[in-house]
Each structure stands twice: as structure tokens, then as C-alpha cells.
């Protein structure tokens, strides 16, 4: 009886970790904008699994990825070429907090 007890439950786990992991990736959508540049959204996840998503993405098709912009729920990157000249070292700035906007009148 004990053995059946341990079965269902281990059972029951690795179906829930299944269904969560499941959910985490159901919602994740890649549109390409143009030749070599794709915008991935994601509205389950933050924006490490997105960028994990979209690094992924290029490396199946045998390229680097160059993220252009990366926010909660969206990214936009490149696949690039290994010897492409764009492909090269980024720096980001951070998003303000507060944007300030000149209103006259």
C-alpha cells in the first residue's frame, strides 16, 4: 500500500512540474520584423527566460544573438552571423523610471 502511496504521489509531482513547465513556455511567441530581427513575447515570464528563449531561437539556426531592447514581457533581437560586423559588444543603459514630458501651452 505504501509502495502505491509513493508511486501516485511521484507521480503527482512530475505532472504538476509539467504543467508549470508547460505553462511558463505557452506563451511564448517569435514574429520575425526583418530578415534577421525578432521580436519574442513571452506575457508568462521575465526577462531572463525570454532572453533564454530568444538566445536558444538563434542558436538553432548556427547564429549569435544581439538583443536590440529587452523589457518584462518582450525582446527584440538579432540572429547574426558569427563573422558579421554588427555583431559586436553592446552596452545598455537603463530604462528611466520617470520620463518627464515638455508640455507647452
Known amino acids: 500500500m505504501q509502495v502505491v502511496k509513493k508511486l501516485v ?8 512540474v509539467v504543467a508549470l513547465y508547460g505553462c511558463a513556455n505557452a506563451g511564448v511567441e517569435i514574429n ?4 534577421d530581427t525578432y521580436q519574442l513575447t513571452n506575457p508568462l515570464a521575465g526577462i531572463y527566460n525570454s ?5 536558444k531561437f538563434c ?7 544581439l538583443v536590440q531592447s ?4 518582450m525582446t527584440i ?12 559588444r553592446t552596452h545598455y543603459n537603463p530604462a ?10
Open 9 to 16: 504521489t511521484i507521480t503527482s509531482v512530475g505532472c504538476i
Open 32 to 35: 520575425q520584423l526583418s530578415p
Open 96 to 105: 528611466p523610471d520617470i520620463l518627464i514630458k515638455n508640455v507647452k501651452g
Open 51 to 55: 532572453l533564454g528563449e530568444a538566445n
Open 77 to 88: 533581437f538579432q540572429c547574426l552571423n558569427r563573422n558579421d560586423r554588427d555583431l559586436k
Open 59 to 65: 542558436q538553432n539556426q548556427g547564429k549569435e544573438i
Open 70 to 73: 529587452s523589457e518584462l514581457h
